[in-house]
């Protein structure tokens, strides 16, 4: 009677592990499937990144201008206010 | 032989037996089980290293200066190569070869047709070089390039050739080119290959910028293959902390750029331009002539690794001036209007004439005038009046022979002699900046003193440090007081007299107009010191100054070494020191006064 039970246990829990196990399979799939979605995007993201700094570089963005015929005043007018810009009229 | 003779050899022989498992098993336990279980836990679990991305390098606005970005390691597998190895060794040099850099010295002047020769010496021996490590021996797989940019992987992999793959690994990007370049260092490998920083700050914050490499052991089966319900067990990958730096990008630029048009309009073999903030230490901007380009390190010399501002001393001439000032002023041994008595000609001092630059001598002139002037004969009066023993011990307080405490590697700080190693003519000679050995930024830090009222700044480059979870702020010390707040405040002033009436100082055809501004500022010509003597040719031109002169926010120091055109200070390292503060003035809109 007991080893009769412990056999019917047995194979319940093998039927169970094996349902567990396909349900799991699936799951796992689409895992990886968004896995190497998430993967794509952090790379896809990287390359961004990547090309954006090159974009905001200060050096290259200043020789850009230098060479669209910007260039630096060696003097600035420091303008000094003679009286009030703007006065209440009463 | 009798039963218990025979029983006794069966004795012998099973201890025999007994004391070889034994030993064996002692062998195996205690002598060679650590590799046994290495070996063991080698068949039965897989074990990858997940490496950690080093962190980043940022500016204190948060933009990068150094980053990460993806590479490709190019490898082969020998055994399923089908094309002969030369021709895929000129196929892979051909595209490659674009990626070894062209080094000149700076200024050199190089013709289309030279750098066209260069890459095609480049390529051949690159080729060379391919060639030689798919033909080795007895290897299976051969790593042939490091570092292949994305592009270049696209173009090798159109090729089709059979037996090349890559594997992504990590390489560092500086978006600013070499900007900063001594300041950053760079990521080298160590004797195992794995990556290393060396030099500046990645070198000196190595261990928090490459964080902690992860782990993954999973159980496999006696084929190798990983046992889906096996054991796991993982140790998580802990990235690098970043970085954020005191500096600032636009003045950093700035301040390269001004410090290369001095360099090459005064034909100087180098320079040093710092911009720090007196108060807190921050530097701000530190530029450096020669520099490298840090993604290229190995194609250059590495003599320019080290950051001369630290690494290299120097006599800092006349801009050593207004330290000794202040150490007489702070010890009530003369004022501003103390008039010199021993300045109407040059001075005989231990068996030496003491002249003055121009051999102009100015009787009675007072301690101000003394540096407006930038008088030997007036500063040999300053040192009488304030005693060796004094001097030499406010030269100590002020830094020099110490570490300023720098967050760099490679701090060079120059021993300061003992007092009884100084002959008289050592002592007047060192109240105008000869005979001590200083590097620029404990001349920076000196000066700090004198603009924040008294008291030494730390300087450094890290303001934070921050992980995944945190941002640690980091504290810089003030350091200890080294003259009083009235003091620093009178010598300011007295270097202002110094920026504005100096007679041969800072040409105003050459230097921009900023009369609005109250600048302390003093210049320096220092002959160079080699083997034992004077260099007859070649000084040392510096300028250090700060501004506003009521509540200084920024001190400047500007060096050019040996420049060709005219050898004077004010003349050559004076136009680009106020370029710098004409650009900060603009930059964070400094209004006059």
Redesign the interface.
Known sequence: MIISGVVILVMFLSVVRVIIANASVEASEKLKVLDKKINALAAENELRAEKLRVKESLSALSLKAEKSGFFKVGNYVIAEPKGPVAAVIK | MNFTTKTRLLYVIFGIVFAAIISRLFYWQVISGESMAAQAEDQHFYTLEVPAKRGEILFSNQ??LV?N??AFLLYSNLSKIKNTKSEIAEALSGILYTQIPFVATSGAQVTEEEKDKFLKSSKEELEKKLEKRLNLKNAIWVNLAHFVP?LSKEKISSLKINGLDFTPEDTR?Y???S?AAQLTGFVGANRIGDPKGYFGLEGNYDRELSGKPGVVKIEKDAFGRPIAIGSEERQEKIDGSTLITTLD??VQ?FTE?NLAKGVSDWKATGGTAIVMDPISGAIIAFANLPKYDQANFPYYESKLYKNPGIADLYEPGSIFKPLVMSAALNEAKITPETRCDKCAGPRFVGGYYIHTFNNQYHPNLTMTDTLVNSDNTGMTFVGEKLGFDNLISYVRSFGFGEKTGVDMEEEAIGELRKKENFYEIDKATLTFGQGVLVNALQMVRAFSALANGGYLATPHLVESIKTDDKNIKLSWPKGKRVVSEETARTVSEMMVHVCNESPTHFPKDRV??LA?YRISCKSGTAQIAFQGKYKEKGTTASVIGYFPTDKPKYLVYVKLNEPEVRPWGSDTAGPVFFAIV?DL??YYGIS?N
């Open positions: 933009i990068p980053s970005k993806n994305r990007d978006p600013e080119g900007m990008r636009s630029l750029s921009p107009f609005q004409r003035i603009n006059p």
